[in-house]
């Protein structure tokens, strides 16, 4: 198929569009003009770049000309220091301006990459696609903004349009988790509260095979699909787990969360105005507060998703991606 992949240079973008051209696929992807210089190892393998930006619909709709599926990966994601306009006009208005292309220029079917975040704190673990949702910050609320705008196109221009929920992405290449790995690896790894919480992660490689699936099944057209690894463990487990594929201790000192929580909404209330970086902020607290944890059933039985990768082994080769490029 002709497929055009927004967000083509991003971490999960980058991945998906070399899994699409191993299966022969004629890929195209939109990159912005400043990031043009990045996609020249793309480019080189095959790909067929289409600068343009979401905040642009001219550029879009020429990238989406005699395409038959849209894998709409690019987003704003968590930016110290952004105001919610912002991520409203590239998350959600982006969104639009894909979708308004793509039934111009005639195309099948969108894959809208969502995030599992729009569920919020998981209370009944584990949460399936009809979960309540509970976003809780300003990535999560216009990404939920942008599933309700896709689904609402749908029911009025017969656009085929599937929305994709990844939970936890991480692999080689990332570098949303590198804080993470390196603090674990330096025995710098604050531990708050008593590290009960779920968390859920998943390997790149089973992400972009979910997302594949959600643009060729037949049958996923309308449907929103959770993608998520094959199981998930209290957020304890998971650093002793990389402490293990990193040969140190575990962290053996818990902090209460509730200080640090208020003096990362100090810092925010600060900071975020002078649009700089907070040295703290509440959604780093979160992570150790909020449960994710996700059930794939749906996307099991529907997609024949499955996920391949087991967390060890997803925590070996990103360790050892990190350790090649010298960022442990």
């Given at each position: 198929?002709?497929?055009?992949?927004?967000?083509?240079?991003?971490?999960?973008?980058?991945?998906?569009?070399?899994?699409?051209?191993?299966?022969?696929?004629?890929?195209?992807?939109?990159?912005?003009?400043?990031?043009?210089?990045?996609?020249a190892?793309?480019?080189?393998?095959?790909?067929?770049?289409?600068?343009g930006?979401?905040?642009?619909?001219?550029?879009?709709?020429?990238?989406?000309?005699?395409?038959?599926?849209?894998?709409?990966?690019?987003?704003?994601?968590?930016?110290?220091?952004?105001?919610?306009?912002t991520?409203?006009?590239?998350?959600?208005?982006?969104?639009?301006?894909v979708?308004?292309?793509?039934r111009?220029?005639?195309?099948?079917?969108?894959?809208?990459?969502?995030?599992?975040?729009?569920?919020?704190?998981?209370?009944?673990?584990?949460?399936?696609?009809?979960?309540?949702?509970?976003?809780?910050?300003h990535?999560q609320?216009?990404?939920?903004?942008?599933?309700q705008?896709?689904?609402?196109?749908?029911?009025?221009?017969?656009?085929?349009?599937?929305?994709?929920?990844?939970?936890?992405?991480?692999?080689?290449?990332?570098?949303?988790?590198?804080?993470?790995?390196?603090?674990?690896?330096?025995?710098?790894?604050?531990?708050?509260?008593?590290?009960?919480?779920?968390?859920?992660?998943?390997?790149?490689?089973?992400v972009?095979?979910?997302?594949?699936?959600c643009?060729?099944?037949?049958?996923?057209?309308?449907?929103?699909?959770?993608?998520?690894?094959?199981r998930?463990?209290?957020?304890?487990?998971?650093?002793?787990?990389i402490?293990?594929?990193?040969?140190?201790p575990?962290?053996?000192?818990?902090?209460?969360?509730?200080?640090?929580?208020?003096?990362?909404?100090?810092?925010?209330?600060?900071?975020?105005?002078?649009?700089?970086?907070?040295?703290?902020?509440?959604?780093?607290?979160?992570?150790?507060?909020?449960?994710?944890?996700?059930?794939?059933?749906?996307?099991?039985?529907?997609?024949?998703?499955?996920?391949r990768?087991?967390?060890?082994t997803?925590i070996?080769?990103t360790?050892?991606?990190?350790r090649?490029?010298?960022?442990?």
């Open positions: 198929m002709n497929v055009l992949v927004t967000g083509a240079t991003g971490f999960t973008g980058g991945h998906l569009v070399r899994a699409l051209l191993n299966r022969r696929h004629r890929v195209r992807g939109l990159v912005r003009p400043r990031s043009i210089a990045k996609a190892s793309l480019e080189a393998a095959g790909v067929e770049i289409a600068a930006d979401l905040l642009d619909p001219p550029s879009i709709r020429r990238a989406t000309e005699g395409v038959d599926v849209v894998y709409h990966v690019a987003a704003m994601y968590r930016e110290a220091g952004q105001p919610p306009s991520y409203r006009a590239i998350n959600v208005d982006g969104t639009r301006h979708l308004d292309a793509a111009a220029a005639a195309v099948r079917r969108v894959v809208h990459c969502s995030t599992a975040g729009v569920h919020g704190h998981v209370e009944r673990p584990p949460a399936n696609e009809d979960a309540p949702l509970a976003p809780g910050d990535y609320r216009t990404k939920l903004e942008a599933e705008v896709a689904t609402e196109h749908a029911a009025r221009s017969g656009l085929e349009v599937v929305i994709a929920r990844p939970v936890g992405i991480y692999g080689p290449g990332d570098t949303r988790f590198l804080k993470l790995f390196r603090g674990i690896a330096h025995r710098r790894f604050p531990m708050l509260g008593s590290g009960a919480v779920f968390y859920h992660l998943t390997y790149v490689d089973d972009v095979e979910g997302l594949r699936l643009g060729e099944t037949v049958a996923a057209a309308g449907r929103t699909y959770i993608l998520a690894g094959a998930y463990t209290t957020l304890k487990d998971l650093v002793a787990a402490a293990r594929e990193l040969n140190v575990p962290p053996r000192i818990h902090l209460p969360i509730w200080p640090v929580w208020l003096a990362g909404a100090v810092c925010e209330a600060v900071c975020v105005p002078l649009r700089i970086e907070p040295p703290l902020y509440r959604r780093r607290v979160d992570f150790y507060r909020k449960s994710r944890a996700f059930d794939i059933t749906r996307a099991r039985r529907e997609l024949g998703f499955e996920p990768v087991d967390l060890e997803g070996r080769q360790i050892a991606w990190y090649e490029r010298g960022l442990l």
